[in-house]
């Protein structure tokens, strides 16, 4: 019989043997190791059942309770979130955009930003959003670093108290992005490039009746300013969209701990690509605690909701910011001056003359004329425009699709259609509707 | 095994050698064993000496390239930062060590634990003392984490050491824009030099397991380095964007996290959570294998 050094004592026994060896196994019998690999390997495979189960039940768990709340009829609930009046609140937020292509929730949730949006995606497919990420690259610029959040999955810490005092954190991985403001006040500061941007003698950001944030050096992003909390983002939407939409309440659910009640908001007039907004909002305060938006084709667009949320005061440090040692420093005069200074880095815009909007409510269609390079009329090219801009929307053009009487380029929410004509039409819209806008077929 | 004890408890130690097996003596005299063992290697000194030369050659670099410091995006994280205080250093060569270096090392450490045994030998003369093989296991694994540490404080004390000759130190910025002292950025230090350590332990888990399937030592290392490559490679796929959290290198970097204020502790939270998932799962399966395989070496 070989004697096997070292073998533990069978399961349960204890296990005092001074001398370690095999004793265990009664002479006579042999060992048979397989047997015991059989019944051992069942350990780990336990583990991996029992771990699998937690994953699969913890969330379930947490998710569960659709409280029992009293009804409220929609209106109540609108009318909630409206007289919401919470003052201070801090929290995580988690944003995750699925929208195909950056900068077109711009326009998705501020519609005055369509335009912009879409002539930002044509240079960005052009490579010339690059050439202008490049310029602004010095200046800690919240309009680019904003854009980031429009695609992919981001978290933001935000903080709040009062009109006069905010803190938003973009946490990137190994890197940070802060906008805070205090009073009169504006910082941002890019950690990449340790580079502080200086907004002060003006408190000038627009602020919303509640005192929700309102940053300043964020002239002319509505979008990507409500996009930064849940918030901002439902109130928005709720004074946009009463007439055109069906709101309804559609149930009760729980965000980040705290119950809530779903609203649910769909268009009423078919032809658009969003099938339904979901507004959680807070059983309590009233504060909307989660944005989600459907497409018709059942993905989601966008999420936005708190993973945890306080309303106490945060710290008053929260919202001290001193620039730190070594950082270079970008002094900006008020907001005019940084609308100023944004202008030459938006040059693809067209100017507002040229841009018409079509329809209304969900089914807004934009439209304008694509600048023409030597073609008669045509306003002389803003300066600073890239000069390979007609092969940039050849390029574009090309990762189209052709349809009648143009080219369609199609995400899951934005359909953009350039005519063989030159002018382009975009929207939250099916392209049928687009290419009703645009008067072909 | 209870023969001995059936005897009768007015029977006298028969191992008058070492402390009794079974007690917390007993385990801490052969952790200290597998500890030798370990840290007497010459390839042991060798590797924490490779991981030390990472930050020097990344502080000599830095310092060379100063003038051009405020490309974004360009180099390896908190470049920007570096130049500003010494402290940087140490986080930088933890990022750059972390996907590479470091988890090579601990592989080559982790991978030869049982395999290196067998390969020369030594494994069943190990298994004659007494010690059972559930403890011997117990403490190559606590010898394989102490490496871990010891790894991550080479990496660390030497990015200290030479990013203070090399930059000022003094006030330090976190990446939130605020700014903290020293002493608080060296606790900082501290503290995410435990959690890189802890976040190896996955992998440590791994390689012991790899280590009992076979005898060879070689095979056991370069399965386990090239696990921790193909599961990064996996990581990069958006493809595979539902798995990705569940890959034990996923959550690695998140230790710079700590370098907020405040501190933001979810994604190192999620982070340790999966290592002792590992830990628990591959550490069973080791454990399943190296107590009932024949030891013919």
């Given amino acids: 019989m070989t004697q096997f050094a070292g073998f533990d004592g069978p399961q349960g026994e204890p296990q005092h043997d001074p001398s370690g060896a095999q004793q265990a196994e009664p002479a006579g019998r042999p060992y048979r190791a397989q047997r015991r690999t059989a019944l051992r390997v069942l350990v780990p495979a336990a583990v991996v059942a029992v771990a699998a189960a937690g994953v699969a039940v913890v969330p379930a768990l947490a998710s569960e309770g659709n409280p029992t709340l009293p009804q409220q009829t929609a209106e109540q609930l609108v009318t909630k979130v409206l007289s919401d009046r919470t003052q201070a609140l801090s929290g995580t937020v988690q944003v995750s955009t699925d929208l195909g292509i950056p900068s077109e929730a711009l326009a998705m949730l501020g519609h005055g930003g369509l335009g912009q949006a879409v002539t930002g995606q044509a240079a960005a497919a052009g490579g010339a959003g690059q050439a202008r990420q490049g310029a602004d690259a010095a200046q800690a610029d919240p309009q680019a670093k904003l854009t980031e959040l429009l695609a992919g999955q981001h978290t933001l810490r935000v903080s709040v108290d009062g009109p006069d005092k905010q803190r938003i954190a973009l946490l990137d991985n190994l890197s940070e992005y802060d906008l805070i403001h205090n009073g009169d006040q504006g910082w941002a500061y890019d ?90 909002v807070d059983s309590a305060t009233g504060t909307p605690l989660a944005v989600k938006v459907t497409t018709t084709s059942g993905a989601t667009a966008l999420d936005v909701h708190f993973a945890t949320v306080s309303f106490a005061k945060p710290d008053a440090a929260t919202f001290d910011f001193t620039p730190p040692k070594g950082a270079k420093v970008t002094e900006q005069q008020d907001a005019a001056g940084q609308a100023k200074r944004a202008e030459p880095a938006r040059p693809e815009q067209p100017g507002a003359g040229s841009r018409k909007v079509i329809g209304e409510d969900w089914n807004t269609v934009v439209s304008f004329a694509l600048p023409k390079d030597g073609a008669a009329g045509a306003a002389k090219p803003a300066p600073g425009r890239p000069a390979g801009l007609p092969d940039a929307l050849g390029m574009v053009k090309s990762l189209g699709k052709p349809v009648a009487g143009g080219t369609l380029i199609s995400t899951k929410v934005l359909n953009v259609l350039i005519t063989d004509d030159g002018r382009v039409y975009a929207g939250a819209v099916t392209p049928t509707v687009l290419q009703n806008a645009a008067g072909v077929k | ?146 490496f871990c540490v010891a790894a991550t404080l080479a990496v660390a004390l030497s990015a200290l050491l030479i990013g203070s000759i090399l930059f000022p130190l003094g006030q330090v910025t976190l990446l939130s824009g605020d700014t903290i002292s020293l002493g608080s950025a060296l606790l900082r230090v501290v503290l995410i030099c435990a959690v890189v350590a802890l976040s190896l332990a996955g992998l440590v888990a791994i390689g012991l397991f790899v280590s009992t399937l076979t005898g060879s030592g070689i095979a056991a290392m370069a399965t386990t380095v090239g696990l921790v490559i193909i599961v990064q490679v996996l990581d990069s796929f958006p493809q595979l964007h539902a798995v990705q959290p569940w890959l034990f290198t996923h959550h690695w970097l998140s230790f710079a996290d700590l370098l907020r204020k405040p501190m933001y502790w979810d994604q190192v939270w999620q982070n340790l959570g999966l290592q002792a998932l590992y830990v628990a799962v591959f550490g069973s399966a080791a454990w399943a294998r190296f107590t009932s395989r024949d030891i013919t070496a």
Wanted: proline content about 7%; aromatic content about 4%.
């Fill in chain 1, 191 to 280: 950690s990449t490039g340790n580079q502080v941007l200086h907004l002060a003698g003006k408190p000038g950001a627009p602020q919303h009746r509640d005192g929700a944030p309102g940053l300043p050096g964020l002239p002319g992003t509505p979008g990507a300013q409500d996009l930064t909390t849940p918030q901002q983002a439902a109130q928005r939407f709720l004074a946009d969209s009463a007439k055109s939409s069906d709101v309804s309440v559609s149930g009760t659910g729980s965000v980040a701990g705290r119950s809530v009640y779903q609203l649910q908001v769909r268009p009423k007039q078919s032809g658009s690509t969003i099938a339904a907004v979901q507004i959680s």
């Fill in chain 2, 1 to 146: 095994m209870s023969q001995v004890e059936a005897v009768g408890p007015s029977r006298p130690q028969t191992v008058a050698a070492g402390p009794r097996r079974g007690t917390p003596a007993g385990f801490l005299a052969l952790f200290l064993s597998e500890l030798g063992l370990t840290f007497r290697r010459m390839r042991t000194i060798a590797l924490l000496g490779v991981l030390a030369l990472v930050p020097i050659l990344i502080g000599v670099v830095v310092k060379i390239e100063t003038g051009d410091t405020n490309g974004r995006g360009g180099g390896p994280a908190f470049i920007a930062q570096v130049t500003q205080n010494g402290v940087f250093l140490a986080f930088t060569a933890l990022v750059v060590s972390l996907p590479v270096f470091l988890p090579m090392t601990v592989g080559v450490v982790a991978g030869d634990s049982v395999a290196g045994e067998a390969t020369s030998g030594t494994l069943r003369y190990l298994l004659v003392a007494p010690a059972g093989r559930t403890r011997l296991l117990a403490a190559k694994f606590a010898a394989a984490m102490a």
